[in-house]
C-alpha cells in the first residue's frame, strides 16, 4: 500500500483548527480569561423561526408510514431546487433545474469537484484566498500558481494574459479580504477563461452580503459564464445553516470541455459518492426563500452587518487600514505596529482574550493583515472592540 504523499506537502494542520487547538492552550491556562471569538466565521444568530417550523414539520413527515421519505435524489429534492431557480430568476438569471446540485455545503463541493479534472491541470488561486482551495488541490498534487491581491489592486486581482492556467477560483465578495468584483471585473475573467479554455470555481458563499444592486451576486450575471464556470454557494451564511449543512452548485449545461459535458460528469459522481442531503435539513433550505424565511434572513444579515460597522468604525477611528465588511462579514485589516500575523495573533489574545484569523493563515500575501468576522453577538462585538481600543 502507498500512500498519496502528497498529504505530506501540507501545513500540519487546517487553519482553523490550529486557531481553534491555540485558543483552546490559552484558555486552559486562563480558566478564568473571557475570551471573545472572532476568527472562525461561525454564525451565532439561531436558525429563522420559518425555517425551524419548516424542519419540525419535516420531522413529523418522516415518523408517519404514509409521509416517510428513505434516500432521496442524490442532487437533491425538486422542491429546494425549484426555490433556487426562483431565487436566481428574481435577480434575472436563468437555471435549469438540473443545473442545480444540492450538497452539504459549498466547502465538500469546492474539494469535490477536483474529481472532475484531470491532475496535470494548473490551478490559478488569488493570494490571499479561503485555505481549502490551495490544500484541495495540494492533495491532488495539482500545480498551483498564484494571483497576487494587495492593497495596489484593492485585493482584486485581474487576469494575466502571460500566466497560462486551466483552473481559475474566484471568492466575491472574498474571504478573507472582503473585497467584491464588479461585473467589468468578472467579466475580464470570464474572458480570459473562454479564450483558454479554462474553467472558473466560483464561490458566491458569501453574495447575500452584497448590498449594492450594481455588484454581481453570482458569475452567471455575466454573460459568457455558462460556457466557463460553476457556482457554489451555501445557506451557512446566508441562513445560519453552518451547524445544519446545506449548500447547492451551479453547473451549466453549456460547460462542455473535449466533447465532454460537465454537467454529466457531476451527475455521475454525485450519484456515485454522495447519498443527497436530509430531507428534514432541505425543507429547512427551502423554508428560506418563503417570504416569511426571506424577511427572517435579512434581519439577520443587517445585524451582522451592523457588527462589522462596529469593527469598522473602531479602525476608521484608530486610523487603522482595512478593507471589507460594507458588502461581506470579514474585515481584513493591516496589523497595527507592523507586527506580523501571528504576532499580532498572540498579542490580541493575551491582551485583549480575542480570537481573530491570521492573515497569514490565507497565503504569503496575507502575512502582516488579519481577518475579524462579524458573526459574532453584539454585545461580544462591541466589547472585543472596546478592549482593542484600549490597546492601540
Ligand atoms: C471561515 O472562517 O473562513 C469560514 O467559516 C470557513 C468556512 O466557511 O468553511
Keep these: 500500500m502507498k500512500i498519496n504523499k502528497n498529504y505530506q506537502k501540507l501545513e500540519d494542520s487546517y487553519l482553523f483548527s490550529t486557531i481553534a487547538h491555540k485558543v483552546a492552550e490559552f484558555t486552559q491556562k486562563n480558566p478564568d480569561a473571557s475570551v471573545i471569538r472572532l476568527g472562525i466565521g461561525d454564525v451565532t444568530l439561531p436558525l429563522a423561526p420559518?425555517?425551524?417550523?419548516?424542519?419540525?414539520?419535516?420531522?413529523e413527515e418522516m415518523g408517519v408510514k404514509e409521509s416517510f421519505r428513505g434516500y432521496g435524489p442524490e442532487q437533491g429534492y425538486g422542491f429546494l431546487k425549484e426555490a433556487i431557480q426562483k431565487y436566481y430568476a428574481s435577480r434575472n438569471t436563468h437555471l435549469e433545474l438540473d443545473e442545480i446540485f444540492i450538497s452539504d455545503g459549498a466547502k465538500s463541493d469546492v474539494g469535490n469537484i477536483l474529481d472532475l479534472f484531470s491532475q496535470d491541470n494548473t490551478v490559478l488561486v488569488p493570494n490571499p484566498v479561503y485555505p481549502v482551495y490551495v490544500d484541495t488541490n495540494v492533495m491532488a498534487g495539482r500545480k498551483i500558481v498564484f494571483a497576487d491581491a494587495n492593497e495596489a489592486n484593492d485585493f482584486l486581482p485581474m487576469p494575466d494574459e502571460n500566466i497560462k492556467a486551466d483552473i481559475i477560483?474566484?471568492?466575491?465578495?472574498?474571504?478573507?479580504?472582503?473585497?467584491?468584483?464588479?461585473?467589468?471585473g468578472l467579466k475580464k475573467w470570464v474572458d480570459y477563461a473562454l479564450k483558454n479554455n479554462a474553467i472558473i470555481l466560483y464561490d458566491a458563499a458569501y453574495e447575500c452580503f452584497i448590498k449594492d444592486k450594481n455588484l454581481p451576486r453570482s458569475i452567471f450575471e455575466i454573460e459568457g459564464a455558462k460556457k466557463c464556470a460553476i457556482e457554489f454557494c451555501s445557506f451557512s451564511k446566508t441562513a445560519g445553516f453552518t451547524g445544519t449543512r446545506c449548500g447547492y452548485t451551479i453547473v451549466p449545461q453549456e460547460l462542455v470541455y473535449d466533447g465532454v459535458h460537465i454537467n454529466k460528469m457531476w451527475?455521475?459522481?454525485?450519484?456515485?459518492?454522495?447519498?443527497?442531503?436530509?430531507?428534514?435539513?432541505?425543507?429547512?433550505?427551502?423554508?428560506?426563500?418563503?417570504?416569511?424565511?426571506?424577511?427572517?434572513?435579512q434581519e439577520n444579515i443587517a445585524y451582522y452587518s451592523e457588527n462589522a460597522k462596529i469593527i469598522a468604525d473602531t479602525l476608521k477611528a484608530k486610523g487603522i487600514y482595512f478593507t471589507g465588511g460594507t458588502h461581506s462579514p470579514y474585515i481584513w485589516l493591516k496589523c497595527p505596529n507592523n507586527m506580523s500575523s501571528w504576532e499580532f495573533f498572540d498579542y490580541l489574545l493575551e491582551k485583549a482574550q480575542v480570537v481573530g484569523t491570521p492573515g497569514a493563515g490565507f497565503g504569503e500575501n496575507g502575512e502582516g493583515f488579519f481577518r475579524l468576522t462579524s458573526f459574532g453577538d453584539r454585545a461580544k462585538t462591541i466589547e472585543a472592540m472596546e478592549r482593542f481600543s484600549k490597546l492601540f
Excluded at 477560483?169 to 467589468?184: D, H, L, Q, R, W
Excluded at 454522495?274 to 428560506?288: D, H, L, S, T
Design 50 to 59: 420559518a425555517v425551524v417550523k419548516a424542519m419540525n414539520k419535516a420531522v
Design 169 to 184: 477560483y474566484i471568492c466575491s465578495p472574498n474571504n478573507p479580504t472582503g473585497a467584491v468584483y464588479t461585473k467589468e
Design 267 to 297: 451527475l455521475r459522481r454525485q450519484t456515485t459518492k454522495f447519498n443527497g442531503v436530509p430531507y428534514i435539513v432541505q425543507r429547512g433550505a427551502e423554508a428560506v426563500f418563503s417570504e416569511e424565511g426571506q424577511k427572517q434572513i
